[in-house]
């Protein structure tokens, strides 16, 4: 049975967007950041094998969200919160992440990781479908951050396009796909997600009211501004 969680199961990387030297050179500059709460989170994920985005894409996540003073984050998948983990630090303690996620279990998970960081009061940890609950939460956001299952992916960009602040960002993991997108026949794990990924990211590029770029670390962010 293919391992979901693990997308390189089928078809290894086919193209490695920043060399593994390159990766390892910036993870040690991001040692400073070490804290118990992220060491244990990030064990977590390689016992369990577990997708978080990882400490260099971490950081990215918590320099944008200062950058542009965010407040208010929604996250389409939040896992046991370990992208929330910067978010929550970005957003202040007058700030608030609306974290989404269809697994009870990854809730007390949460609970428990972010509370040892001080930081669950800034946290509103919401179990469900992603889109549904963020079709049932009201207002604008600073941030929409999607990491859901990557067949969705079209879905969740046009939902969140309409209620992200001028300003205000998108953001997504995995739009590379460990390179899958480039690729001429690539292996999906799951039949068309590759083909959700590039549309989606073709809809963002082709998007006149935003400005977008992807950051190729691990396996692609997609930052998407709304002028």
Known sequence: MT???????????????????????????????DTPVLVEMEELARQQNFPIVGRLVGLFLKVLAKSIGAKRIFEFGSGYGYSAYWFAEAVGPDGRVIC????????????HFLSQAGLWDRVDFRTGFAQTVFQATEGEFDICYNDVDKGDYPEVWRLARERIRPGGLYIADNVLWHGRVAAENPVDIVPGWTDAIREHNRLIFNDPEFDASINPTRDGVVVARRK
Do not use: M, W
């Not at 290894?12 to 040690?28: A, Q």
């Not at 989404?100 to 609970?111: I, R, V």
């Open 100 to 111: 989404s996620d269809g697994d009870p279990n990854n809730l007390s998970k949460a609970e």
């Open 3 to 33: 391992d979901l969680n693990d997308p390189t199961a089928i078809n290894p990387s086919v193209l490695t967007p920043v060399h593994p030297d390159i990766e390892r050179y910036l993870t040690t500059l991001a040692g400073s950041t």
